[in-house]
T-cell receptor, first 114, second 114 residues
Framework: DADVTQTPRNRITKTGKRIMLECSQT?????MYWYRQDPGLGLRLIYY???????NKGEISDGYSVSRQAQAKFSLSLESAIPNQTALYFC?????????????FGAGTRLSVL | GESVGLHLPTLSVQEGDNSIINCAYS??????FIWYKQESGKGPQFIID?????DKRQGQRVTVLLNKTVKHLSLQIAATQPGDSAVYFC?????????????FGEGTQLTVNP
């Protein structure tokens, strides 16, 4: 079983719809992240959470919101989806600690906004 | 074969050759660096990492070199195999205060020809 599980794996939606992408982890990590990947580009950070009570904006948070329901669950919402939010979305987790740590990624959610 | 960083996003090598993938980073305060491999349809997978107090680290068939003077990072893959074909990303930890915020490069597509 995957340590970091994202659902759904694929989603097609229409402009203006609200959608939620979910992420759960069994690694016991405190820190969780949401990234977006566009074709030919690296990953860009949307939001991150260092524990259940901590939520922080990343570099491209506009148009997105998140909820950290539990240590193991971190969901990403698009309140009103628009076509330029069509992308691959990845959730990741890491241990706590200073100086940077390995982030472990889920398999991704491919989102298409028509 | 060798890439020259973000300006050459593709690298093609023959099976059995050594591969060198390069990455330039911009923040001299970055203290942690990591390489990921991303195969088609999958999430990024950790390969190897290095902290700024080191200039070389070796793993199984992979070596990462860090040159802080010129802010350059490289990933060397020995005896490249077809299964090594993927996009390779470098990432740096730029946030000194909180740690674990990785900034990703744009990636290099490695193709291994049989």
């Amino acid at each position: 079983d995957a340590d970091v599980t994202q659902t759904p794996r694929n989603r097609i939606t229409k402009t203006g719809k609200r959608i939620m992408l979910e992420c759960s982890q069994t690694k016991g990590h405190d820190r969780m992240y949401w990234y977006r990947q566009d074709p030919g580009l690296g990953l860009r950070l949307i939001y991150y959470s260092f524990d259940v009570k901590d939520i922080n904006k990343g570099e491209i948070s506009d148009g997105y919101s998140v909820s950290r329901q539990a240590q193991a669950k971190f969901s990403l919402s698009l309140e009103s989806a628009i076509p330029n939010q069509t992308a691959l979305y990845f959730c990741a987790t890491s241990e706590r600690g200073q100086g940077g740590n390995i982030q472990y990624f889920g398999a991704g959610t491919r989102l298409s906004v028509l | 074969g060798e890439s020259v960083g973000l300006h050459l996003p593709t690298l093609s090598v023959q099976e059995g050759d050594n591969s060198i993938i390069n990455c330039a980073y911009s923040n001299s305060a970055s203290d942690y660096f990591i390489w990921y491999k991303q195969e088609s349809g999958k999430g990024p997978q950790f390969i190897i990492d290095i902290r700024s107090n080191m200039d070389k680290r070796q793993g199984q068939r992979v070596t990462v070199l860090l040159n802080k003077t010129v802010k350059h990072l490289s990933l060397q893959i020995a005896a490249t195999q077809p299964g090594d074909s993927a996009v390779y990303f470098c990432a740096e930890n730029r946030d000194e205060t909180s740690g674990s915020r990785l900034t990703f490069g744009e990636g290099t597509q490695l193709t291994v020809n049989p």
